[in-house]
C-alpha cells in the first residue's frame, strides 16, 4: 500500500505570495490532518479534514486555510506568505481521525521557504 | 490545555546500550493516548509505540518499550540494544481521546548513537 505522498517537496517562494500544498493519503483512509515544524516553535496542529469537511483547527491566522477532495486528498493554502511562514509541513492521514486508536501516517512534508 | 514536555534536548548512546528518553504531559483528560514518534534526517516521521491511558501494562515492541506513570503523568521510552540506525528526533506526543486529527507534540529528543 503506498503511503501519504506530499507534492512539492521543496518549494522557495517570496513575502507576499501565497502557496498551495498538496497531500494524497494512504488509500481508504479519509482523515487527513496538517502541521507545521519549525525551529523554534517545533510541531504545531494546524487542521483536520474529513469527509472534506474541517473538523478541527489549530491556532493560526486565517491566512492558512485547507480543503480535502471527495478523494480524501488534501490540499493547504497559505496566503500572503511571511518569513516566519518558512517551515516543513507535514500531513498525516488515519482512518477516521477519532480518538487515538486510529494511527495518524506522516508523509515527508513540504519544506517552505519563504524569502 | 494539554501540554507535552521533553525536558532532553540531546542524548547519546552507545552502540548496543540501552537509553531512556523522558517525556512529562499535563491533561485533566481520563481518556487519552500517547505516542513516540522517531523522525530520522530524512524526515519521515513513524510511529514508534502508543500507549493507551486506560492500559495499565506498559507498551513493548521490539526494542522499545515505555514506562506509563498515569500519576506521575510521565511517559518515558527505553531503547534497548541501540543500533546505528535508531539515531534521530524523537517526539513524544498526545492526543485526547475525543480529539479529531491533533497530536500534541513535545519539542523533540535528538538521540545520537555512537559505533
Known amino acids: 500500500k503506498a503511503g501519504v505522498t506530499q507534492t512539492p517537496r521543496y518549494l522557495i517562494k517570496t513575502r507576499g505570495q501565497q502557496v498551495t500544498l498538496s497531500c494524497s493519503p494512504i488509500s481508504g483512509h479519509r482523515s487527513v490532518s496538517w502541521y507545521q515544524q519549525t525551529p523554534g516553535q517545533g510541531l504545531q496542529f494546524l487542521f483536520e479534514?474529513?469527509?472534506?469537511?474541517?473538523?478541527n483547527k489549530g491556532n493560526f491566522p486565517g491566512r492558512f486555510s485547507g480543503r480535502q477532495f471527495s478523494n480524501s486528498r488534501s490540499e493547504m493554502n497559505v496566503s500572503t506568505l511571511e518569513l516566519g511562514d518558512s517551515a516543513l509541513y507535514l500531513c498525516a492521514s488515519s482512518l477516521d481521525g477519532t480518538r487515538g486508536v486510529n494511527e495518524q501516517f506522516f508523509g515527508p512534508g513540504t519544506r517552505l521557504t519563504v524569502l | 490545555a494539554q501540554t507535552v514536555t521533553q525536558s532532553q534536548p540531546e542524548m547519546s548512546v552507545q552502540e548496543a546500550e540501552t537509553v531512556t528518553l523522558s517525556c512529562t504531559y499535563d491533561t485533566s483528560e481520563s481518556d487519552y493516548y500517547l505516542f513516540w514518534y522517531k523522525q530520522p534526517p530524512s524526515r519521515q516521521m513513524i510511529l514508534v509505540i502508543r500507549?493507551?491511558?486506560?492500559?495499565?501494562q506498559n507498551a513493548t515492541e521490539n526494542r522499545f518499550s515505555v514506562n506509563f506513570q498515569k500519576a506521575a503523568k510521565s511517559f518515558s521510552l527505553k531503547i534497548s540494544d541501540s543500533q546505528l540506525g535508531d539515531a534521530a528526533m524523537y517526539f513524544c506526543a498526545y492526543t485526547g481521546g475525543g480529539s479529531q486529527g491533533n497530536l500534541i507534540f513535545g519539542k523533540g529528543t535528538k538521540l545520537s548513537v555512537k559505533p
Open positions: 500507549q493507551e491511558a486506560y492500559k495499565q
Open positions: 479534514y474529513f469527509s472534506e469537511t474541517q473538523r
